[in-house]
């Protein structure tokens, strides 16, 4: 018996995540986009992965500069992940009005942010509608002690300490 997509989509709004602002550029071309489908694969080397959607302007970005920055959200930032994931006016450049800086890759990383991670592509697996990209991290920092964002069930919440 075959799962379709809405049945995978109601289980999946089950499993609690951190959000993350994932950005990268080509060249003059930068976008970032809300992402919350990564995870960390290995500590030495120091990989982890993410899987976008192949119809997005990030991963093109990503394809081609084989490099992508991971902003980790606090959870003041609700607003700011519904702005990169287009829920509210869609901008043709999201990073516009933001403070970014860079570390080693050139990809664009939020200022205000609670940890970052730097991150080279070292394989790309394409996975039905998306690529996994699976990445060293050159660069890292635990930027604050905030609680994180997390997004369970379509909504955002906070972590109960």
Known sequence: MAIDSETLRAVMRHWTTGVTILTA??????????????????????????SLERNT????????????AISILGEHQSALSDHF???????TDRLDGLSTHTALTGAP???DNIGYLDCRVVAAHPAGTHTLF??????????????????????YRSLAL
């Open 134 to 155: 699976i990445a060293e991290v050159v660069a890292a920092q635990s930027a604050s002690e905030a609680p994180p964002l997390i997004y369970f069930n379509r909504g």
């Open 109 to 111: 990383i939020l200022r």
């Open 85 to 91: 994931a287009g829920r509210l006016t869609e901008t």
């Open 57 to 68: 302007r990030t991963h093109a970005l990503v394809e081609h500069s084989r490099a992508f």
């Open 25 to 50: 550029r080509d060249g003059a071309h930068a976008h970032g986009m809300t992402v919350n489908s990564f995870t960390s694969v290995s500590l030495e080397p120091p990989l982890v992965l993410v």
